[in-house]
């Protein structure tokens, strides 16, 4: 089977899906979007029309969205399960990884921030600020949700890292970076250093990437 993955060194949705080929045990060919990639976001709209990254293409059949390609994965391949056995743990695995996905990132990507200062003339300090809210009143949700658990687990619902935690690494990785105050929230941050350990989330790092530039630039 040909594997390949358009992604970007700091596309945090890419990190998700390279981190679940990695668990998975998968090789595939990693093809850089963008200035510093194999491919300019002008050719890399003839493959995906919405131009957001990844697409996954699969012995020529392309697959986008993070959360459709997590799922594909986990049915396609052999390997350790991207979701907890137990019916409760994987819906709240899922929806984890959702109020990421959804209520956080869509809100806070980059093209959006670049909108509301370029099209309706923010302030990059109101753009900031805006960003920060959206943030915190993610990871409150986040951490709150963590502290309901019946029992304390390494991960976030299981013995092993699962979906949740696959959304959970990239979006710490981007805070810390933009350097949020990420204090209060000492279960997510517990989990991130677990995480980053493991051979599966460090290979999927934006630093280990192909096109990484050799320095991470922070807020933009």
Not at 112 to 117: A, E, G, V
Not at 131 to 140: A, K, Q, R, S, V
């Amino acid at each position: 089977m040909n594997l390949k993955l358009y992604s970007r060194y700091r596309n945090s949705a890419g990190q998700r899906v390279r981190t679940a080929l990695n668990i998975k045990g998968m090789e595939y060919e990693y093809i850089g979007v963008g200035a510093d990639g194999a491919i300019s976001k002008e050719d890399y709209r003839e493959i995906n029309p919405q131009g957001l990254i990844p697409t996954l293409v699969i012995d020529g059949e392309m697959v986008t969205q993070s959360t459709a390609l997590i799922e594909f994965i986990e049915e396609r391949f052999e390997g350790p399960s991207l979701f907890p056995e137990d019916p409760i743990a994987r819906a709240r695995s899922r929806a984890f990884g959702q109020v990421i996905a959804c209520e956080m990132h869509a809100v806070g990507v980059g093209r959006i921030r670049r909108h509301l200062h370029e099209a309706h003339d923010m302030p990059k300090d109101e753009v900031r600020r805006w960003y920060e809210h959206w943030l915190h009143d993610g990871y409150t949700t986040l951490e709150a949700l963590l502290r309901r658990r019946s029992a304390s687990l390494p991960f976030c619902y299981d013995e092993k890292p699962t979906i949740g935690d696959l959304y959970l690494v990239p979006q710490l990785f981007n805070s810390r970076m933009f350097e949020i105050d990420l204090s209060a929230y000492p279960l997510l941050c517990e989990i991130y250093e677990r995480c980053i350990a493991l051979p599966e989330f460090d290979k999927a790092m934006p630093e280990n990437q192909p096109d990484f530039p050799g320095e991470l630039d922070g807020w933009r």
